[in-house]
C-alpha cells in the first residue's frame, strides 16, 4: 500500500456521514453518560469538539428511548451499540439509529441475527460487525491458541461471509485489541481480504496518557498505510479528550486532514521567553479554525525560521522582540508585547488567502 495511499474501499451512509471510497476519515466517540441530560450535554461537547460520529451504547429498553430524542436534537449521526439481545437492535433501527454496532458472536442463533439483518435492510441502516480479541468464538481462539490477529480475521471473515449469504452488504468492519501489534496485524490482514469500510481503534487503550501512546502508535501505523475509515481513540475519563488526540493522530498523518498543526521547538538555552505561554495563546488562537495549516513557535531568531521553513506561518522571539515568518521568510519584525496582535493579523491573512475570506479582521480568529 505505501504511506498514505489510500486503501480501496466501498462507500456507506451513516446519516449525513459518507465513509469509505477516499471520503474523509470520520472521528467517532461514545458518551458514558447513562441519564439523557448527561448524554445531551456529552453529544453537545463532542460536536463542538469536532466528533463526526456519536455512539451510544444500548443496554435496555429505556436506552432506546433516548433515539429518537438525540435525533430530533442533533444532526450528528448516531450509531446504537448492542450486545446480547437482538430486540434491542431491532428496536433501535426502527427508532431511527443511523447504524448500529453488533458482535455477532454474542447475539445467539442465526435466526437473531437474521432478524436484525432483516430489519437493516428494511431501513436501509448499516451494520458496524465489531469484533474485539475479548469476544472471539471458542473455536477460533482454541485453532490459534489464543485471540491472535489470525483469529480475529478468521472471526470476521466467518460473519462477513454470514451477512453476504443474506444478502447483506451494508457493512462496516472493526477488530479491535488492547494490545497494539495484534490491532495493527488483524487490521492489515483484513483489509487485504475485504472491500467493506474499516472502522479503527485499539481497545481498551486506558487513561489518557497511556491511550494516547498506544492510540498513536496503531492508529498512525494504519493511518499511514491507508487503513482506516472512521477512528475512535478510547480513553477512559472525559470523552472530549478522545476528540482531541484524533485530530491530531489524523492531522500528522493526511495531510488534508482539518485543522492545524502546531509545532515548536523543545528550548534550549538560547530560549528568553515563556514559551509554554506563547504556545498556549496560539492553541487558543487556532482551535477552531478547519484549514489544514502548519504553525510554528519557536524559542529564538537563530535558528527558528531555518528549523521550520516548512511552516506555513510562525513565530520566533527573544525577550524583547522577534519575527514572524511564512514558509522561512521573514514577513514583519515585532516587539513582544505586540506579537499576539500581530500573529492574529497573519494568521487572518493566511486562512483569508487559503479559503478567499480574508477581511483584515485582527480579532477574528482570537477564540
Known sequence: MGLRKRRTSKSIRIGNVIIGDGYPVAI???VNKRDIIGIFEQIKQLEKSGCDIVRIAIPDENAI???????QSFSIPLVADIH????????SIE???DKIRINPGNIGSDKKVKDIIKAAKDYDVPIRIGVN???LKLEYINKYGGPTAKAMVENTLDFVKFFEDNDFTNIVLSLKSSDVITTVKSNISIAKKTEYPIHIGVTEAGPVFESTVRSSIGLGYLLLNGIGDTIRVSITGNVNNEIAVAKEILKNCIPEAKGVRIISCPTCGRTEINLENLINFVKDATKNIDTPITIAVMGCIVNGPGEAKHADLGIAMDHTDGI?????KIVKRVQYADVRDSFIEELNSLIGEKNGTYTGNTKKFKG
Not at 446480547?84 to 428496536?91: E, G, P, Q, T
Open 324 to 328: 514572524i515568518f511564512r514558509k522561512g
Open 133 to 135: 480479541s475479548g469476544s
Open 95 to 97: 427508532m431511527g439509529a
Open 28 to 30: 467517532q466517540s461514545m
Open 65 to 71: 428511548g433516548f433515539i429518537p430524542k438525540i435525533k
Open 84 to 91: 446480547f439481545d437482538y430486540k434491542l437492535a431491532i428496536r
